[in-house]
Nanobody, 126 residues
Framework: QVQLVESGGGLVQAGGSLRLSCAASGRTFSSYAMGWFRQAPGKERDFVAHISRSGGFIEYADSVKGRFTIDRDNAKNTVYLQMNSLKPEDTAVYHC???????????????????WGQGTQVTVSS
């Protein structure tokens, strides 16, 4: 069973950047597609980005397109989320998630992912 641990969150001013990391335990990381979700206080967990097992299929939420980049290093068992031009509305707890399923139409939904990390707080001040 893969375990996921996020890091890299923090407090940043609007317009700044952060790079989140999600380290996975186990030897089967490359068999999982990965996603990033975020959850602000009092709100639902929202899709941010998805990357397929090989990295050949990537999707982003409209709200982050052009600002965020997801990538992965299977040799390091790590998926990353580079976040640029941050806005106060990006403030949330960011979670990485893993799925062994393949369905490009479902990557936007939290229920598609079986494994979750505890999350890392990102706070963007105005």
């Amino acid at each position: 069973q893969v375990q996921l641990v996020e890091s890299g969150g923090g407090l940043v001013q609007a317009g700044g950047s952060l790079r989140l990391s999600c380290a996975a335990s186990g030897r089967t990381f490359s068999s999982y597609a990965m996603g990033w979700f975020r959850q602000a206080p009092g709100k639902e967990r929202d899709f941010v980005a998805h990357i397929s097992r090989s990295g050949g299929f990537i999707e982003y939420a409209d709200s982050v397109k052009g600002r965020f980049t997801i990538d992965r290093d299977n040799a390091k068992n790590t998926v990353y989320l580079q976040m640029n031009s941050l806005k106060p509305e990006d403030t949330a707890v960011y979670h990485c998630a893993a799925t062994g399923r393949v369905d490009s139409s479902s990557v936007y939904y939290a229920k598609f992912y079986a494994l979750w990390g505890q999350g890392t707080q990102v706070t963007v001040s105005s």
